[in-house]
Nanobody, 127 residues
Framework: VVQLVESGGGSVQAGGSLRLSCAAY????????VGWFRQAPGNEREGVAT?????????YADSVKGRFTISQDNAKTAVAYLQMNSLKPEDTAVYYCAAGCRTWSPPGFKMSMYGYWGQGTQVTVSS
């Protein structure tokens, strides 16, 4: 059974940083893609950052470019990260990781592309 488990969420003041982790059990991110999505109350889930672990190419939503960085631990092929800097109140949301791409089409923000999802971790940014 494949399981993705996010961690690292929490509460932080505007301008602060958090690093989210996504650990995969029964699965590795080799030859795959990994995505981070978020959903704020009353909003649809949206893509934040994705990475194609074959090419190493990463893609970001315009709202987070220059502030967020997605990565995969090459030594631990079952761990992926989302480093979030200069956080803003509008970044407040539940953050989900996803993997198990059935197909790949940049920037990888279509949720239907992913076969596995984590349970989400809450990020709250106060002003």
């Amino acid at each position: 059974v494949v399981q993705l488990v996010e961690s690292g969420g929490g509460s932080v003041q505007a301008g602060g940083s958090l690093r989210l982790s996504c650990a995969a059990y029964g699965y590795t991110y080799s030859n795959d893609c990994v995505g981070w999505f978020r959903q704020a109350p009353g909003n649809e889930r949206e893509g934040v950052a994705t990475i194609n672990t074959v090419s190493g190419n990463a893609y970001y939503a315009d709202s987070v470019k220059g502030r967020f960085t997605i990565s995969q631990d090459n030594a631990k092929t079952a761990v992926a990260y989302l480093q979030m800097n200069s956080l803003k109140p509008e970044d407040t949301a539940v953050y989900y990781c996803a993997a198990g791409c059935r197909t790949w089409s940049p920037p990888g923000f279509k949720m239907s592309m992913y076969g596995y999802w984590g349970q989400g971790t809450q990020v709250t940014v106060s002003s």
